[in-house]
């Protein structure tokens, strides 16, 4: 159901065509005699045809743009930035982190892919797929180009957009460096894909170097997020929505569950990796991204685990593995502490 959405303050809702969730979300805000450009989505031929079409039915002249705000470095955010640079002369704004990110993974040597890679070796993934993803990375450069020259924005910054300021949060999580937008006069909130309406984000880990412990990231993020008043909160995927603060508690208790899961698959003895773990919580997905954020939220939370010291670890043939460490004082059911 891609299309678009007026919301209240003239603020667009564009929802960008990608198949699996259904749709991606950028948002166009009414800035002075320009607009301002929140994730632009990413570059494919479909994605370009659709701005191209819908652009003109909002009234968005693209050389008019005068900022282009992005919240994390996943390409299906971030991607077009550079593109709608190029049209707009606009400063593209996303955190230090995950410019870092972007410059490891799309620029100059690409140090971070084999990074990645060797941490889903070590972890279990079969051979066979970690040659897969190799493939799949290299072949889908092509959606984050052309690359856009970055402006470092980050916690504590603000911006202006029109008669209003955007205060800059620093809510990691779901990814390293994830920045949200929040407007004290609109009570709205821009916050990528840290808080969904109906779906417990995934909370990938890619590399100590930018987090060593998402989870917990993830859950410092919704305690910071909790006192903020939101009468309507824009995510990256699925429908704005108010309940805000409900919300947040939902996910702790959706975090909970998954966690729960995860680690019950550690407990009998048997040393298991990442890979074997999560083969036995998630569903089958048929993509293969979708097997990577589920991997790697499994990794996430193993590491979780192991940061309250209720798991042991081992290497075996070069693959670590993992097994619950039952101590007297179980603190299983302590996650939140
Ligand atoms: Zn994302």
Redesign the pocket.
Same mark, same amino acid.
């Given at each position: 159901m891609s299309d678009y959405t007026l919301h209240s303050h003239g603020i667009y809702q564009i929802r960008l065509p990608m198949g699996n969730p259904p749709w991606m979300n950028s948002y166009v805000l009414p800035d002075g005699d320009g607009f301002t450009l929140i994730d632009p989505g990413f570059n494919t031929e479909e994605i370009v045809a659709f701005w191209q079409e819908t652009g003109p039915r909002i009234g968005l002249d693209f050389g008019k743009i005068r900022q282009i705000l992005v919240t +994390?470095h +996943?390409p #299906? *955010?971030y991607g077009l930035a550079g593109w709608f640079q190029q049209q707009s002369g606009a400063p593209v704004y996303i955190s230090t982190v995950a410019k870092r990110q972007i410059e490891g993974i799309w620029g100059e040597g690409r140090r971070l892919v084999p990074l990645f890679l060797d941490t889903y070796y070590r972890n279990g993934l079969p051979q066979l797929l970690v040659e897969q993803l190799r493939e799949q990375w290299d072949s889908s450069i092509s959606r984050v180009l052309p690359k856009p020259s970055l402006t470092v924005l980050d916690e504590g910054g603000k911006v202006r957009v029109g008669d209003i300021e955007l205060e800059v949060l620093g809510i990691p999580g *779901?990814?390293a460096g994830h920045n949200a937008f929040y407007s004290r006069e609109w009570q709205a909130i821009f916050v $990528? #894909?840290q808080v969904m309406p109906d779906s417990l984000p #995934?909370t990938c880990y890619v590399s100590d170097e930018f987090d060593t412990n998402p989870i917990r990231s993830f859950l410092d993020s919704l305690d910071k997020l909790q006192p903020y008043a939101v009468q309507l909160a824009f995510p $990256?995927h699925h429908q704005p929505f108010s309940h805000f603060a409900e919300r947040l508690e939902k996910l702790r208790q959706l975090n909970a569950e998954r966690q729960r899961k995860v680690e019950a698959q550690l407990i009998g003895g048997e040393w298991k990796s990442a890979y074997e773990a999560y083969y036995d919580v998630f569903e089958p997905v048929p993509s293969l991204v979708q097997k990577r954020f589920h991997f790697t939220e499994t990794i996430s939370r193993i590491r979780y685990a192991l940061s309250r010291g209720i798991i042991e670890q081992t290497v075996q043939e070069g693959v670590l593995k993992y097994r619950y460490a039952a101590t007297e004082g179980d603190t299983r059911n302590d996650e939140q502490t």
């Amino acid at each position: 159901m891609s299309d678009y959405t007026l919301h209240s303050h003239g603020i667009y809702q564009i929802r960008l065509p990608m198949g699996n969730p259904p749709w991606m979300n950028s948002y166009v805000l009414p800035d002075g005699d320009g607009f301002t450009l929140i994730d632009p989505g990413f570059n494919t031929e479909e994605i370009v045809a659709f701005w191209q079409e819908t652009g003109p039915r909002i009234g968005l002249d693209f050389g008019k743009i005068r900022q282009i705000l992005v919240t +994390h470095h +996943h390409p #299906d *955010h971030y991607g077009l930035a550079g593109w709608f640079q190029q049209q707009s002369g606009a400063p593209v704004y996303i955190s230090t982190v995950a410019k870092r990110q972007i410059e490891g993974i799309w620029g100059e040597g690409r140090r971070l892919v084999p990074l990645f890679l060797d941490t889903y070796y070590r972890n279990g993934l079969p051979q066979l797929l970690v040659e897969q993803l190799r493939e799949q990375w290299d072949s889908s450069i092509s959606r984050v180009l052309p690359k856009p020259s970055l402006t470092v924005l980050d916690e504590g910054g603000k911006v202006r957009v029109g008669d209003i300021e955007l205060e800059v949060l620093g809510i990691p999580g *779901h990814a390293a460096g994830h920045n949200a937008f929040y407007s004290r006069e609109w009570q709205a909130i821009f916050v $990528g #894909d840290q808080v969904m309406p109906d779906s417990l984000p #995934d909370t990938c880990y890619v590399s100590d170097e930018f987090d060593t412990n998402p989870i917990r990231s993830f859950l410092d993020s919704l305690d910071k997020l909790q006192p903020y008043a939101v009468q309507l909160a824009f995510p $990256g995927h699925h429908q704005p929505f108010s309940h805000f603060a409900e919300r947040l508690e939902k996910l702790r208790q959706l975090n909970a569950e998954r966690q729960r899961k995860v680690e019950a698959q550690l407990i009998g003895g048997e040393w298991k990796s990442a890979y074997e773990a999560y083969y036995d919580v998630f569903e089958p997905v048929p993509s293969l991204v979708q097997k990577r954020f589920h991997f790697t939220e499994t990794i996430s939370r193993i590491r979780y685990a192991l940061s309250r010291g209720i798991i042991e670890q081992t290497v075996q043939e070069g693959v670590l593995k993992y097994r619950y460490a039952a101590t007297e004082g179980d603190t299983r059911n302590d996650e939140q502490t």
